[in-house]
């Protein structure tokens, strides 16, 4: 099977593993007066995730969803009005920052541009007419096919909502895509948010974990959230010491992954069932047939009898995603395979 249904099922491999066991560890949950806990590897992770991104400081989170939680907690009390898309992985996964039962924020929704982040106008309405607290960003966008905020567009929201005196968050789950996809050092990018959050677990390759960057003033406040949340880890380094050599070692292969997903949408060219909703700018392709009449859930169903495993991310879109462990012949065969399924659908 051609498994494309997330990078977060690539495995560390032997090399990864191995760094665990020359590692230095200890009770990462033990913090001294100058704020660091007691594991020497996780330190080592923050301080790499910090000087990548430009910030400050940075804390350690066992998933990205705490660390966006976190994040938002930091900057608003509950109930507050916080700009989002409405089809951010923060309001569509996550919830728990909108939910009744727990900290009933209030989505305020702003339209994504066809190029990718924020309709700027809208936003600006919205910024007038709401007492926004936060502007949350995700870059690249996961469900809407991996497409990059334009910088310049990341720069005019930056500046907009500093001119508003709010803070901007940005969810950097694949912040490296972007940055490969754009030819632009990951610093540049974060330099137009307060905290950026990031991901080693999904195609860094690393099993567990998410950096949240920022201030310092910021990151400690989301130290002790995290506490409350329950994500304080203890010998992290474990996990830590994967996401250093993910950055020491898996930064320079993320542009296989985007010339992987645009093979297989170049592949679709010409193709009249299956159609590709945007061609990817990083390793997300979203496709749909609904030139053939199937839902997302119909078309996913069919692609696994082709042995490829996507997800069905709206009504009628299937997202594929390319990653660590998926090579170019893997590649060639899912733009096969799908060109097999797009005959039968003619039939
Ligand atoms: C995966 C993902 C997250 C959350 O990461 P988890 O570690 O799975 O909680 C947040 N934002 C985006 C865009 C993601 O793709």
Redesign the pocket.
Known sequence: MIDLISD?VTLPDEEMLKTILSSSLGDAGRISADRRGEDETTNRLEDMAASITGKETAAFFP????A?TAAILAFCPPESEILVDENQ??LR??KICFEEAYFRMKPVCYRLAPEGGPDMEQLENLLNSHKIRLLCL?DTH?FSGGICIPLEKLQDAGEMAKKSGIPVHL?G??LFHAAEAQGVAPREICEHADTVMF?I??GLGAPIG?LLCGSREQIWKTVEIRKLLGGTMRQSGVAAACGIYALEHQLQRLSEDRENAQLVARALDGAKKISVSVYPQTNILLIHAEKAGLTGAELCKRLLSHGIRGMAVSETEVRLVFHKGIERKDAERAAEELWRMEIQLRE
């Open positions: 977060t998933s990205g969803t705490m966006n992985h923060i996964s996550e995700e996961n969810d789950a694949r991901c677990s999904k998410s």
